[in-house]
């Protein structure tokens, strides 16, 4: 019977370091597929949108019911944006390097964004807000 106990947990051992094993290299190669899916993807001249939103604007909320916007130039690495739930504009220069987007705001602030494999939004990095691409309008 000890047998038999020790060999299920040498094989549950073995098993457990296999998936793990496995698990790691299978996200590497997901990670590094998405980039090459994304590297023709430039943002520049685009316009992304949050999603609609059933807030209203009101005296002391001016900026509830703004969905929010990033508008890339495209000639220049400037962008002029305004967050979700502001009444702030705010712009700045941004550099994209394959699917990531860093913005250097004109308050001094720093963001990164994720380009979708599709081109069609970017994500917020930190806060996870997700914009769309005007040409794909939320539904």
Known sequence: MR???FVVFCLIAMMGCNTSNVSGTSTSTTTTTTEIKNKGIKVAG???VGAPTKEKSMSGCEGCGERGSFEFSATENKVSFIWSGSDIMD?????QVGNKI???????DTYTFTVSEDGQE???DKYKGV????QYPWK
């Open 122 to 124: 970017i994500t917020d």
């Open 102 to 108: 860093t913005i250097e705001s004109m308050y001094g």
């Open 131 to 134: 914009f769309r691409d005007t």
């Open 3 to 5: 047998k038999y106990i």
């Open 91 to 95: 712009g700045g220069t941004y550099e």
């Open 46 to 48: 685009k316009e992304f």
